[in-house]
């Protein structure tokens, strides 16, 4: 059974760093891209990086900058380094996998950010 389990989250002051870590069981992702989204309340899940097989990344224009995604394909594990964080990063994110036409998610990780 695959299972997705982020963890790393946690209180923050701002301007301070957090670093998510999503490990995979239950199946083998190198091949797969990965991604994190984060979904804050009253709002709509939203892309915050991506990454493919190859290591290409993508992130969105909010976190550009300060926010990196890694891989380790022996670990099955994606990565969030969450530096200079701001009050308005504060949401639950999610890692997820995209294997062909499944889409897989974890139970999320709370991040706050206080000001």
């Known amino acids: 059974q695959v299972q997705l389990v982020e963890s790393g989250g946690g209180l923050v002051q701002a301007g301070g760093s957090l670093r998510l870590s999503c490990a995979a069981s239950?199946?083998?992702?190198?091949?797969?891209?990965r991604g994190w989204y984060r979904q804050a309340p009253g709002k709509r899940r939203e892309l915050v990086a991506s990454i493919t097989s190859s290591g290409i990344t993508n992130y969105a224009d909010s976190v550009k900058g300060r926010f990196t995604i890694s891989r380790d394909n022996a670990k099955n594990t994606v990565y969030l380094q969450m530096n200079s964080l701001k009050p308005e990063d504060s949401a639950v994110y999610y890692c997820?996998?995209?294997?062909?036409?499944?889409?897989?998610w974890g139970q999320g990780t709370q991040v706050t950010v206080s000001s």
């Open positions: 239950g199946s083998i992702f190198s091949n797969y891209p």
């Open positions: 997820n996998v995209v294997k062909v036409v499944i889409t897989y």
